[in-house]
């Protein structure tokens, strides 16, 4: 029977298993499956082989190159390429890749954000092979992808600490499980990041040096129509869009990415691509292919794909959800399970989350902290910026069933009994949905909705598995003080203590409404980080450090470089879009409204010439002439603040200045600028509107 279209193209650009199989002697073979299923030591005289088989099956599929592509803290993927091109004495050529190249690769570290590490350490850093996700090919290179250290082992990349946070939580997870009576082989992280972004034209990203140097719109008013009609979200597809999508599946298809879901978004021009979830890391992997697949193949159809967390200012922003479990050979640990005795070891793993979440709220924060992820955070269309944990209307009764229980006579098997048993009959039907929390609970997993759409995930993912590996020690701490008492009972304290002193978590109101920012959570004393300078400081947190420390995820040394790689990053993204907005002032808008300015008094003279008088647009000239005024005052000012953030040398100190100091002035030239967009003819005006860019056909 001839193959379906999927399955035909499935994998055929990912060095899968059965190439694997195909291509590797079966002791070879078996070795590195150890490695990549049960998370064994890679040995390292399996190399050569796996070198070999790489490289011809990627020149058999077309490929000239190779490239260890990796993660530096820009968050973007990063890759040289090498040719397999070889002299072989004269005149011949060999193609050869070896069990070192593979391995190993030596990047200069001294042109990626290190946050000083460098200046420290020695400017070598090294790619290493990270068996764990596939190799595939792109555009004729073959990519394995890879860790990026330092000379001295300093994680320089998102990655690495990523699969140390897995290998914590791994071992964390299972001890929990030993104490259930359950020994899996494997306990690994599930991931599945919903993917959004924007759609636009090519013509009018071009037209806009806002959206081509920063991401993101610097200037304009909000479109006529917006999102009220809420006809965009699950609406037909444009017949462009649609191209783009179907060519975009067929490649990540190709890539072994499980691309699944795709439909419009709530604002106009956004659009959403969920996959299926993988493996973390792996998924984190597919992720940032998925994203650069689509920034490519949009061209191919005359579109631009937005990725910035906010390319309009009222319109929603873009966001990337991160669906998150934890899975023990196959076996979802957040599913309550068909028996009630599963129920136990599930609110055991929930407690934990919930706890973890409370603990390090914090570091969640600081996980999603950006200058574009500032605009989200807080605007009512993403969570809030304070964390909270929605259990919804099934699983929060029993949750305070078990809170309340805490005084009853009732014993512990009555207290199972009560509210428990019920718990997957319920969860299985529970539909309700909470858009507005940021760290939700959907039937089986976490949703933690906080990314921005451009982020890496692999940050976010790093606290949450490093927190929960901690409260599961916890348990297992609790369980072995108790050792002379009966296991379930200890269990069911520890669940009810951990739910009692972490209940100020849990909130399944409206997130967006003013009484939960301004009063509830305050009472609660939840923290509420509403900006990137403010969160980016929990990384210093000496309670901080040594979290990450005890697990082996990140040194102090480490962390300290990812809070000034952080810091600067915000710093240097105002500077541009500072920059830019002075420049589009001084030299696209200035110039437009003058020259219509100049046009109306020409037509104005003209007129009064033949006696008809023209208060109009005499009241316009004048309108437009204070504008400019004014846009040029502000331009001056902007240009003199941001010049003036030089004499900061502390990097938190300058991320501050640039929040209390150069926003509002950028802010102030906006409003500027855009109060007069709608009174100038529209020929005049130099670039496309946000009606133009939204609405096209
Ligand atoms: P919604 O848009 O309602 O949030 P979707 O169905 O679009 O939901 O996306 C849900 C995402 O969650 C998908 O990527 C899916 O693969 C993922 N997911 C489902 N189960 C798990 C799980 N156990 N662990 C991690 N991710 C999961
Ligand atoms: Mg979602």
Redesign the pocket.
Known sequence: MAKDKVSAEWGELLFDDADMQERLSRPTYKKLRRVIEYGEPLDLDIANEVAHAMKEWALEKGATHFTHWFQPLTGITSEKHDSFLTLNGNDSILMAFSGKELVQGEPDASSFPNGGLRATFEARGYTVWDPISPAFIKDEVLCIPTAFISYTGEALDKKTPLLRSQVALEEQAKRVLNLFGRTPRRVI??????QEYFLIKEEDYLARPDLRLTGRTLFGCPPIKGQELEEHYFGAIRPTVNEFMKELDDELWKLGV?A??KHNEVAPCQH?L????EHGSV?IDNNLLTMEKMKLLASHHGLVCLQHEKPFEYVNGSGK?D???L?ADGK?L??PGPHPEDNLQFLVFLACLVAAVDEHADLLRMSVASAGNDHRLGANEAPPAIVSVFLGDALSPVVEALINKEHAEASERELMDLGVPQLPAVLRDNTD?NRTSPFAF?G??F?FRMPGSRQNLADPNVVLNTAVAEQCERFVDYVADRSDEDFTTVAMRFVRHTFRDHQRVIFNGNGYSTEWQEEEAIRRGLPNLRTTPEALVSLLDADNIALFEKYGVLSETEMHARYVAKAEQYAKLLNIEARCMVDMARRLYVPAISSYAGDLATSVAARADLGVSSPTEKALITTLAKGIDAIWGLADELEKVNDNARTFEDPGELDNYYRDEVIPVMNSLREAVDTLEPVVGDEWWPVPTYNKILYYA
């Open positions: 992280t599930t991931i599945g990041p919903e499980p699944k879901t959403e969920a996959p299926i979830f998924a959800h669906n998150w479990s899975s979802n957040l599913e949905r959907t089986n997993k949703e």
